[in-house]
C-alpha cells in the first residue's frame, strides 16, 4: 500500500484589487488546514489579466497575509511566468485528440448565441469545429484551442463541504484553451499550476463550483488525480444580502489601519461560516488543533462588525501592554501621525492597563490616549469649555495649590480631590469634570485621576494652572 500523499492547499489570489475579507478567509481556512494536517501551504499570484494585475495589488496582498500571520511554504507562484508550461499541455491535448482547434469567427459566434438566446435556449458553443477537418487555411481567423469535453453523462463534483454536486454534460460546452494569439485561459492554468504544485485539497468560494466541473474534465483528460474540493459559502453583510463595498470595509489593510488586532481578525474570520461548538474565542493554536473540512457550514456568513469589535476588545485587553504600545505607534506612524518623544512613549505605555479596558479597537484607544500628545496650551473642545465656567476655572487655581504637596499617585491624587471637594462644599463631579476638561481638552477620557499620574506633577499643574488663569 502506498503512503498517502502529503496534502498540498494553495491560496491563489488575483492581483486586480486589495485582499478582501472574503478572500482573506479562504487564505485562513487553507493556511489552517495545511498546519491541521501537517501539508504545505502554497501561494500562487494569478496574474494572467496583465491589463488588471498590478504591482500594488501584488503587494498589497503580500502585506495582508503578511500581518495577518498567514505565511506561505515555498516561493509565491507567478501564473503569467508559466505561460509556456499552460501551452505546453494544450499541445499535448491537441495532439491526443482531446481538443481542437477553432476557426469560428467572432461575428459567428454572436450570430450564433443570439439565435440561441432568441430560441430560449442556454448561450454555449455548439461545436461547429468539433469534428471538423480543415481543407485548406483560413486566413485572417487564429484558432482558439478548446477541450473536447464529454457531451453525455455527468461530472460530479465530490464537495466536502457542499456534498455531491451533479453537472450535466451536455450544458458544458467545448470551452477555450488557448486564445487566438496563444494566451492560455485562467480555467487552463489553473489545473496545469495545481498539479505541477502537487495541490491535493482545493479550498475556495462555492462561485468556482462550476468552474471545478470544467476543471475536472481538463484532468480527467490528462489523467492526473482528482484534487479535494471545499467550496466555502459566500459571505453575506449583517442584511443578508451579497458582502459589497456598502457594507464598510472590505480590504485587509483597511481593517488594519482601523485598529483591529492580526490575532483577532484570525479569530474573527474563521468564526465565519466554521464552528466548534460554542467556542467564540479561539486562539490560533487552539484552531489550527481544532480546524476540519467536516464543520465548515453550507450557509452564507453574516459579517457582523460588533461581534469582531468584542473579539478585538478581548484580544486587546489580553495583550502585553508593551506589545500592544508598540502596535499602537505602528498604527500612529501609518495615519500620518507625529512621532512620539521618549517620553511619550514611557506615558503611553504607563497608561496602557487603563486605556485598553476602555477600547474595542486602537483608534479608540488612540483617543483616548490623545491627552498624552497634545501640547500644552490645550484648547478645550465645545462642551469642556462650557465645563470651565469662571467659578470652575477660579476653583481649578485653588486645587491646584491643594495639589502642590501631593504624593503623585492615581489613589493620593483622587484622596486629595476628594478632600479638596468637600472643604469647598461641592460634589466630586461639580471638581472632577473642569478638572478633566483643563487635562484633556474633553470631557471623556480615561478616568482623571489616571490622566493625571500618567501626565505626571509638572505637567498636570501646568494643564490646570493654564485654564485656571484663562
Not at 109 to 116: D, I, S
Not at 191 to 211: A, Q, S
Not at 222 to 234: D, E, F, I, R, T
Not at 349 to 358: E, G, I, T, V, Y
Request: net charge negative; glycine share 8%; hydrophobic share 40%.
Amino acid at each position: 500500500m502506498s503512503a498517502p500523499r502529503q496534502i498540498v492547499t494553495r491560496f491563489a489570489p488575483s492581483p486586480t484589487g486589495y485582499l478582501h475579507i472574503g478572500g482573506a478567509r479562504t487564505a485562513l481556512f487553507n493556511w489552517l488546514y495545511a498546519r491541521h494536517t501537517g501539508g504545505i501551504f502554497r501561494l500562487r499570484i494569478e496574474d494572467t489579466d496583465r491589463a488588471r494585475s498590478t504591482p500594488e495589488a501584488i503587494d498589497a496582498i503580500l502585506e495582508g497575509m503578511a500581518w495577518l500571520g498567514l505565511h506561505h511554504d515555498g516561493e509565491v507562484v507567478y501564473q503569467f511566468a508559466r505561460a509556456a508550461r499552460h501551452r505546453e499541455v494544450a499541445e499535448e491535448l491537441l495532439a491526443r485528440g482531446l481538443a481542437y482547434r477553432c476557426y469560428a469567427t467572432h461575428e459567428e459566434l454572436e450570430a450564433m448565441r443570439a439565435e440561441q438566446k432568441a430560441a430560449g435556449k442556454p448561450m454555449r458553443y455548439d461545436g461547429r469545429w468539433r469534428d471538423r477537418t480543415l481543407d485548406g487555411p483560413v486566413p485572417n481567423v487564429p484558432p482558439v484551442v478548446r477541450l473536447k469535453a464529454p457531451q453525455t453523462g455527468e461530472t460530479v463534483i465530490e464537495d466536502a463541504v457542499q456534498g455531491q454536486v451533479v453537472f450535466r454534460n451536455d450544458v458544458l460546452d467545448d470551452f477555450v484553451l488557448l486564445r487566438g494569439d496563444g494566451t492560455p485561459t485562467y480555467m487552463l492554468s489553473v489545473v496545469v499550476d495545481d498539479f505541477d504544485m502537487g495541490v491535493t485539497h482545493i479550498i475556495r468560494g462555492d462561485d468556482h463550483l462550476t468552474n471545478s466541473a470544467r476543471q475536472r474534465q481538463i484532468i480527467d483528460a490528462m489523467g492526473w488525480p482528482q484534487p479535494v474540493y471545499a467550496h466555502l459559502p459566500l459571505l453575506h453583510g449583517e442584511d443578508g444580502a451579497k458582502l459589497s463595498k456598502r457594507h464598510g470595509a472590505l480590504g485587509i489593510h483597511e481593517y488594519r489601519n482601523l485598529g483591529y488586532l492580526p490575532e483577532a481578525m484570525r479569530n474573527y474570520l474563521l468564526r465565519l461560516g466554521w464552528s466548534h461548538g460554542d467556542s467564540e474565542t479561539i486562539s490560533t493554536e487552539q484552531a489550527i488543533d481544532w480546524f476540519n473540512l467536516e464543520s465548515i457550514g453550507r450557509s452564507p456568513a453574516r459579517v457582523d462588525f460588533k461581534k469582531l469589535n468584542n473579539l478585538n476588545g478581548f484580544y486587546m485587553r489580553a495583550a502585553a501592554d508593551s506589545d500592544l504600545a508598540t502596535e499602537t505607534e505602528a498604527l500612529l506612524g501609518r495615519l500620518g501621525r507625529p512621532a512620539l518623544t521618549e517620553h511619550q512613549r514611557a506615558q503611553l505605555l504607563a497608561a496602557m492597563p487603563s486605556l485598553k479596558d476602555r477600547a474595542k479597537t486602537l483608534i479608540e484607544l488612540i483617543d483616548n490616549a490623545s491627552f498624552i500628545f497634545e501640547t500644552r496650551p490645550l484648547v478645550p473642545d465645545d462642551k469642556a469649555a462650557k465645563a470651565l465656567s469662571p467659578e470652575a476655572r477660579a476653583r481649578l487655581a485653588r486645587l491646584t495649590t491643594a495639589l502642590a504637596e501631593t504624593p503623585w499617585t492615581a489613589g493620593e491624587i483622587e484622596a486629595a480631590v476628594r478632600a479638596f471637594a468637600e472643604a469647598e462644599g461641592a460634589k466630586l463631579g461639580d471638581v472632577a469634570q473642569p478638572l478633566r476638561a483643563a487635562l484633556t481638552g474633553r470631557t471623556v477620557s480615561p478616568p482623571v485621576f489616571d490622566v493625571m499620574a500618567t501626565l505626571g506633577r509638572a505637567e498636570s499643574l501646568a494643564r490646570i494652572g493654564d485654564q485656571a488663569a484663562a
